[in-house]
């Protein structure tokens, strides 16, 4: 079926409301619902013009039980119908849920490990470390690992999340409290997987996948919120690592799943659709219930994926340093989902409603305040963590009060795609990128050249621009700077 959005052209550029904030009203398309709210710089906002971003976002917002505004956040760009960095809201007892508006890898997220190791101490063994952690930490598609994992093991994880793994030796019990949703979102449930997903995931626990999935060893290269950077434990020069990786082929299998179901269900009810690829379903519909169910089966078994891997990290650490993780304070900082749809409470113009937030290709945000936030993070705000592309820098940032009223908590994921794979491929030679990592004294371990040139920095936005768009709209505060000393990626 040909793909049809709701206007041929994009039309006028969206109305400047402030310097980081832009709208298209309804208005502007008679099937539009609500408006929609950019947040970015007028040159990102041009850079959206490039792709279907704006077209994906009006289709988006002329979904049913769409609430308040339709968002597209900084590192927004084109996605499978829904735009990669929106952000859409649905009512809970009469709204929808649209997999297409959470994406392929559920719960593709990051984690932070803090350490109190200084870059001095880590220069001598930063080759080993990274030979180690390649080691330790399989990658590449269709990576593997054999923990001894059964489909038992597979079915608590899907259902318990981290407590469960943790419970088997995988981490430290202060784990739990520093992962959204405590490692774990209730409402799973293993028997709605199909078969193939789970046979898919079974073997997948603890590997870190390709594409723009990656672990990265960095410095501190600056604090800027003095007050949060003390209170989060980051000093400037420590050593972190990043880990950026979601649910692998379980929870792809799991979308690929429910999108053919989804559009079944709309060839079964006549729903007519500006673009295929936003098939939905009524939350209160057998199948949206059951996509809910196994979408949780994703999260879970992402949380846990990156808690093995962090287990897996301290390992490589104690084999190089030859001291405990414990006494290196690899402590975790915080575990941020992005693709996924949450029940929450927002505030509405005034009125408390439950919603379910789609997050696509969008972190959560959550300020001061919310007793969904662990008890240390209550009065400073719910950490979220930027990375940047390969070779760039990454943030950590707060999330703000006014997230809530802005943007249901949510805020970006990262710096966000300006050229497609293939056109990175053609137009950014390898030697490039080796050359500027081989100038920056980063340590590269790829498992595939061809994702040099597709995970360079220039086929990506500048995270610096995309960061101050989110810090000047006021969404968040940007609490430290982290810049990459080694990068494994598949």
Not at 121 to 144: F, T
Not at 237 to 256: E, K, M, P, W
Request: include cysteine; proline fraction near 3%; hydrophobic fraction near 35%.
């Amino acid at each position: 079926m040909k793909r049809e959005s709701l206007t041929n052209k994009v039309g006028n550029m969206p109305k400047k409301i402030n310097d980081f904030l832009w709208e298209i009203d309804k208005s502007e398309n008679p099937g539009m619902k609500v408006p929609i709210h950019i947040y970015a710089s007028e040159k990102i906002v041009n850079t959206m013009g490039k792709d279907r971003t704006i077209r994906q976002a009006m289709n988006a917002a002329s979904l049913p039980s769409i609430v308040k505004h339709m968002l597209v956040m900084p590192d927004g760009h084109e996605g499978y119908g829904f735009p990669v960095g929106g952000v859409a809201a649905f009512d809970a007892e009469n709204g929808i849920i649209s997999p297409g508006a959470v994406g392929y890898d559920i719960n593709c997220g990051v984690r932070l490990i803090k350490t109190n190791l200084t870059v001095e101490e880590l220069r001598p063994k930063l080759s080993r470390l990274m030979d180690q952690l390649m080691k330790n930490v399989p990658s590449g598609v269709g990576s593997r690992i054999n923990l001894g994992f059964t489909r038992t093991d597979l079915e608590r994880v899907a259902n318990e999340g981290v407590g469960y793994i943790v419970d088997k030796g995988f981490g430290f019990k202060e784990d739990v409290d520093h992962i959204e949703e405590y490692g774990r979102i209730k409402g799973a449930d293993f028997n709605e997987v199909s078969d193939f997903a789970k046979k898919r995931g079974t073997h997948e626990l603890g590997t870190l996948g390709a594409g723009n999935h990656f672990l990265e060893v960095q410095r501190i290269s600056e604090t800027f919120d003095k007050k949060i950077a003390k209170g989060y434990g980051l000093e400037k020069d420590n050593v972190t690592i990043l880990i950026h990786s979601g649910s692998r082929g379980f929870g792809h299998q799991i979308c690929s799943d429910y999108l053919r179901t989804f559009s079944e269900y709309q060839q079964k009810n006549n729903i007519v659709l500006p673009d295929p690829e936003l098939s939905y379903a009524d939350v209160n519909s057998r199948e949206a219930e059951s996509y809910l169910k196994s979408m949780r089966c994703a999260v879970n078994f992402a949380f846990v994926n990156r808690q093995i891997m962090t287990n897996s990290i301290r390992k490589a650490f104690e084999t190089i340093f030859e001291k405990s993780a414990d006494s290196m304070g690899m402590e975790l900082l915080y575990d941020v989902a992005h693709n996924i749809a949450k029940l929450e409470e927002h505030n509405v113009d005034g009125r408390r409603m439950k919603l379910y937030v789609h997050r696509k290709g969008a972190t959560r945000a959550f300020g001061p305040g919310r007793d969904d936030i662990p008890k240390k993070f209550k009065e400073l705000g719910q950490p979220v963590l930027i990375p940047g592309s390969m070779g760039s820098a990454s943030y950590v940032l707060a999330g703000r009060s006014e997230a809530m009223t802005e943007t249901f908590g949510s805020s970006c994921h990262g710096s966000g795609r300006v050229m497609s794979r293939h056109q990175a491929i053609r137009d950014i030679p390898a030697s490039r990128t080796l050359d500027d990592l081989k100038d920056k004294g980063i340590e590269l371990r790829v498992r595939n050249k061809k994702l040099i040139s597709e995970e360079a920095e220039w086929a990506y936005k500048d995270v610096n621009e995309v960061v101050q768009s989110i810090a000047g709209a006021k969404i968040s505060n940007i609490v430290a700077k982290l810049v990459p000393l080694g990068v494994a990626k598949g």
